[in-house]
């Protein structure tokens, strides 16, 4: 089973794109974010013919998360679990044959210290205490955390120390997600420096490959004993007017019966 994540920051503008990279990478699921595509404009119908069901969770202009499956999948939740109302489309969970996944689009946070950063912490407790409520059984967090986890995962640890996306209350959220029974997939097959996800639009960024790691698929304990390999897709951060992102991805040994229903 191949499961994908990636920051497509405007499915109308790159739909084109997804389709041939869908084409290319065969992905069997695959999470999306920064869709910025209201419910009523997701081309559901278009991803069907390609073989891909789908669960959408937008809003016009910002946000928007989306799971895309080659099977449909069931008890589709678009909101956190606490109740908490909240306009803002950042989160997607389904569940395909018996795997659960999230989709998350986790805040920026602006600036640290700002009331942005103090709604992207709490924001980072609300999903870890949601996870946390799952039943036991295999699960993935996948998308773009807007958190370089450690030094490893900037081009700069100095210059970006403490900054917004790298700040030490960011990244122990991220550690306290991850706390609670999920591992990084890419640092199970990868130890090494300089594979990033995202890399800024100016300054050459992508081209000096000054970028940061903050896109992740992360597993639960006994689905990370079978993931057998894990990567980015960096060449889909180039091209013409590509995403700031690349995808992400992880590949796991699991029976196709454990994860193909009858629905297929």
């Not at 803002?88 to 640290?112: E, H, K, L, W």
């Not at 079978?226 to 995403?243: L, Q, V």
Request: with cysteine; proline share 4%; aromatic share 10%.
């Amino acid at each position: 089973m191949k499961i994908a994540s990636w920051n497509i920051n405007s499915l109308r503008k790159r739909q084109d794109r997804l389709f041939a990279w869908l084409e290319a990478a065969k992905p069997d699921i695959v999470c999306l974010q920064e869709t910025k595509c209201p419910d009523a404009q997701f081309p559901a119908l278009a991803l069907q013919a390609a073989g891909y069901r789908s669960a959408y969770h937008g809003e016009k202009s910002y946000n928007g998360v989306a799971i895309l499956s080659k099977t449909e999948p069931r008890d589709v939740r678009s909101s956190l679990c606490d109740e908490v109302v909240d306009p803002q489309a950042r989160v997607i969970a389904g569940t395909i044959g018996d795997v659960r996944v999230f989709s998350i689009y986790a805040p920026n946070g602006q600036a640290v210290g700002s009331p942005a950063y103090q709604y992207k912490l709490h924001w980072y407790r609300r999903l870890r205490d949601c996870i946390a409520r799952e039943k036991p059984g295999d699960v993935v967090v996948c998308g773009d955390f807007n958190v370089a986890p450690e030094d490893i995962d900037v081009y700069d640890a100095n210059l970006w120390r403490g900054a917004i996306m790298a700040s030490d209350g960011e990244r122990a959220a991220f550690r306290e997600l991850c706390e609670i029974g999920f591992h990084d997939t890419l640092r199970i097959h990868h130890k090494e420096g300089e594979l990033f996800s995202w890399w800024d639009y100016q300054m050459r960024a992508f081209e000096k490959n000054r970028g940061l790691r903050i896109d992740a698929i992360l597993s639960s304990e006994e689905l990370a004993k079978k993931c057998i390999a894990a990567g980015i897709d960096r060449e889909m951060r180039k091209g013409k007017e590509p995403s700031d992102h690349a995808p992400v991805w992880a590949e796991f040994r699991i029976s196709e019966k454990r994860w193909v229903t009858s629905e297929k």
